[in-house]
């Protein structure tokens, strides 16, 4: 029997390489353009435990240091371009915590 590949992702806090169900991806729906191609309204950005959104996605590990140093050096700011706001970092936050107390 095949073995199945399981898909690897690039940490924003620490930048290691992990498979990708070890990691919490973080989603930048697209934006609604009209007729011309003129946006109007910026893609909203959350959390995706699933995997399946459609949009933008960047991935951190279920570490807070990951957490922190990826908030530290604005990297999902950069790998969005936009700013991003602070309950996306507190709903992170809770998922990460309540990942560790397992």
Do not use: W
């Not at 992990?18 to 990691?23: A, G, I």
């Not at 991003?84 to 397992?102: K, T």
């Amino acid at each position: 029997m095949h073995k199945r590949r399981i898909p690897m992702r690039m940490c924003a806090g620490c930048s290691e390489m992990k498979q990708k169900p070890e990691l919490v991806r973080v989603v930048k729906a697209p934006d609604q353009k009209d007729d011309v191609g003129n946006i109007i309204t910026v893609g909203a950005v959350s959390l995706d435990l699933t995997g399946k959104k459609p949009g933008r996605g960047a991935y951190v590990c279920r570490k807070t240091s990951c957490l922190k140093a990826a908030r530290k050096a604005r990297r999902l700011e950069r790998a969005f371009s936009c700013q991003i706001p602070a309950e996306v970092y507190d709903r992170l936050e809770e998922e990460i915590l309540q990942y560790e107390s397992q």
